[in-house]
T-cell receptor
Framework: DTAVSQTPKYLVTQMGNDKSIKCEQN?????MYWYKQDSKKFLKIMFS???????INETVPNRFSPKSPDKAHLNLHINSLELGDSAVYFC??????????????FGPGTRLLVL | AQSVTQPDIHITVSEGASLELRCNYS??????LFWYVQSPGQGLQLLLK??????LVQGIKGFEAEFKRSQSSFNLRKPSVHWSDAAEYFC????????????FGQGTELSVKP
C-alpha cells in the first residue's frame, strides 16, 4: 500500500506542451504539498492545500496551477512548458501543517524533462 | 527570513566509521527541525524531528541529532555507518508563521567506502 503515490514517474515532453502530474495519498491527511527539486537537488515548496483550500502559493509562474478535487488528491498542471521546468516534482502530505510538528510524507517523485 | 545551511555538499566516510552531518538554521522563534533522507531515485523519508524538550533526539536507522540553540545547529550523527546509509540528507526547518511550510537546506550527499 503506497502512502503517497504520483503519476507518472517519468515525463518527457517538448517545450510549449501542457502536462499534468497527479498525486494521491491514502493516509487520511488534511494537507498536501508540491515541491520542486532542481538539478542541484535543492527542494523548494511550490504549493500547499489544506482541506482543499490553497494555503501556500510561493512565487511560482502562473503557468503552474494546482487543483485539489478532494482531500486525498492534489494535481499539478503545467502550461506552456519551458526548459527550466525540468526537475523532479515531489508531492507530500501531512495530517496538519508541516511546520507545526507534523511529519510530511513524500511521494516517489515525478521526473520531468522538457526538450 | 528563515533559512537552513548545510555546509558540506558531499561527505565520504568508511563503513563502520562515525558520521556527523552539519546543519545550521536561522529562525526567530523556537524552531521545528527535521532531518530527511533521500535514497537515489526515491522520495524523502523522515529520520527524526525536534520540537521541544530533550535536545538529543533519537531517530530511525540508528540516527540521532542534537539541538544546540546557542549555535543554531541541529547536527545529525550516527556512531557506525552502514553502506546502505549512502544517500542525500536534508535538514529542514518548519516555518510555522508561513503556513507551515518546510524550508530545506541544500542537502549533503553521503558516500560510504567499503
Amino acid at each position: 500500500d503506497t502512502a503517497v503515490s504520483q503519476t507518472p514517474k517519468y515525463l518527457v515532453t517538448q517545450m510549449g506542451n501542457d502536462k499534468s502530474i497527479k498525486c494521491e495519498q491514502n493516509l487520511g491527511h488534511d494537507t498536501m504539498y508540491w515541491y520542486k527539486q532542481d538539478s542541484k537537488k535543492f527542494l523548494k515548496i511550490m504549493f500547499s492545500y489544506n482541506n482543499k483550500e490553497l494555503i501556500i502559493n510561493e512565487t511560482v509562474p502562473n503557468r503552474f496551477s494546482p487543483k485539489s478535487p478532494d482531500k486525498a488528491h492534489l494535481n499539478l498542471h503545467i502550461n506552456s512548458l519551458e526548459l527550466g521546468d525540468s526537475a523532479v516534482y515531489f508531492c507530500a502530505s501531512s495530517s496538519g501543517l508541516a511546520g507545526y510538528q507534523e511529519t510530511q510524507y513524500f511521494g516517489p517523485g515525478t521526473r520531468l524533462l522538457v526538450l | 527570513a528563515q533559512s537552513v545551511t548545510q555546509p558540506d555538499i558531499h561527505i565520504t566516510v568508511s563503513e563502520g566509521a562515525s558520521l556527523e552531518l552539519r546543519c545550521n538554521y536561522s529562525y526567530g522563534a523556537t524552531p521545528y527541525l527535521f532531518w530527511y533522507v533521500q535514497s537515489p531515485g526515491q522520495g524523502l523519508q523522515l529520520l527524526l524531528k525536534y520540537f521541544s524538550g530533550d535536545t538529543l533526539v533519537q531517530g530511525i536507522k540508528g540516527f540521532e541529532a542534537e539541538f544546540k540553540r546557542s549555535q543554531s545547529s541541529f547536527n545529525l550523527r550516527k556512531p557506525s555507518v552502514h553502506w546502505s546509509d549512502a544517500a542525500e540528507y536534508f535538514c529542514a526547518v518548519g516555518a510555522g508563521n508561513q503556513g507551515g511550510k518546510l524550508i530545506f537546506g541544500q542537502g549533503t550527499e553521503l558516500s560510504v567506502k567499503p
